[in-house]
């Protein structure tokens, strides 16, 4: 298999030095994902190598790939190279030992990824290594939870978490590194990637929390992936001219996941009463310095909170704190009234239906 991809290779240089088409990229791609399988095959399903030497040839034909790749402007040969990087999942089994050295491979693998995306912008191998790369994710994690699950929590569970962690910010990285460097817009594709990417890393996420007995710390789980998306929304904001989709979408998500901080932490009893104390506070905040984002992501908490509260404690009652929270959303509502009165913002028709349900809702209170 070694002789195989080499020889590809080198019949794919020769032609490609006289006239690159698709007939000789083939080959070097060919040549290329070979390679991958043959040092895969041989460390996980021959167990002819040992861990460190099968990394290093591992390291060497990912080098090889980029160069390649980029020499030819060639999005074929880099989409080949994960291809036949992740061809030999299946083959991973055994202990623990493996399964991180399966885990090293695979991160190896979009690391390639992601320094394609300093150079050029190839969304096809951006969504061909995303695939790939969620596959096997679920495959390793998956593995690794029936070779840990009866174990304490410790150092084996934190490396599953931090290998999670560091496939999600690589492929969270991808799009806006291509972008930054290229000097292009975002696209739509852009945008889908980083929602796929960010709902099945969140998922696999939550419930490797669930799996390690670890659901006491889902909230502060969902404020680190807030506080993620915060930051890369400013970012984008800053450094994107014109980028209101990509921005809206970092910061939509890290307010989705703030809300999800409530209910994950404190449990469903403090539902609408923690998620009132997001958006009072984020309504009052947009309306004070004239934020508009602030102002609209607070009230649409707000509306959840409401409906939440309707839901459940007015009408499945699931807890005794019915009195405590209305009062408090009472509350919240002459504050957000009071920031309105405060600027002098209370003619226009929103604010007037506001003051009118807040005077009603007192009377009923």
Do not use: H
Not at 14 to 43: C, D, E, M
Not at 101 to 115: K, Q, T
Not at 211 to 227: H, I, N, P, W
């Amino acid at each position: 298999m070694f002789a195989l991809g080499s020889i590809m290779l080198v019949i794919g240089e020769i032609l490609n030095r006289k006239k690159p088409n698709v007939f000789s990229l083939g080959i070097t791609s060919g040549g290329v994902a070979i390679l991958y399988v043959a040092t895969s095959v041989s460390y996980f399903g021959l167990k002819i190598l040992s861990m460190y030497p099968a990394l290093i040839i591992c390291l060497l034909v990912t080098a090889v790939s980029f160069i390649l790749s980029l020499r030819y402007n060639s999005q074929t040969i880099a989409s080949f190279a994960l291809i036949g990087g992740y061809l030999p999942i299946f083959s991973i089994s055994g202990n623990l030992i493996m399964i991180y050295g399966a885990m090293v491979y695979f991160m190896v693998l979009n690391l390639f990824a992601l320094g394609i995306s300093f150079k050029k912008k190839w969304q096809i191998s951006s969504f061909i290594g995303l695939i790939l790369n969620i596959f096997g994710t679920i495959y390793i994690v998956n593995s690794a939870f029936y070779k840990i699950q009866d174990l304490s929590f410790g150092i084996n569970q934190i490396i599953v978490l931090v290998y999670i962690i560091a496939v999600f910010l690589i492929y969270t990285a991808i799009p806006i590194m291509s972008t930054y460097k290229t000097t292009k817009k975002f696209k739509k594709a852009d945008v889908v990637l980083l929602s796929i990417n960010t709902l099945i890393s969140s998922i696999i996420m939550y419930v490797s929390f669930y799996e390690f007995k670890l659901d006491k710390f889902t909230g502060l789980l969902s404020l680190l992936f807030a506080v993620i998306y915060l930051i890369l929304g400013r970012i984008i904001e800053k450094k994107f001219e014109g980028e209101r989709n990509a921005t809206a979408l970092f910061y939509i998500t890290g307010l989705a996941f703030v809300v999800l901080v409530v209910p994950f932490q404190f449990g469903k009893a403090w539902v609408s009463l923690g998620w009132l104390v997001e958006g009072v506070l984020l309504t009052t905040y947009g309306i004070l310095k004239k934020e508009k984002l602030f102002k609209r992501s607070g009230f649409v908490i707000n509306y959840i909170c409401l409906a939440s509260f309707v839901l459940l404690d007015v009408l499945l009652q699931v807890d005794n704190l019915f009195a405590y929270k209305y009062l408090a959303i009472t509350l919240g509502s002459f504050i957000i009234l009071g920031a309105y009165i405060y600027k002098n913002e209370t003619s226009g028709d929103f604010q007037k239906l506001y003051k009118y349900a807040a005077i009603i809702n007192l009377w009923i209170y």
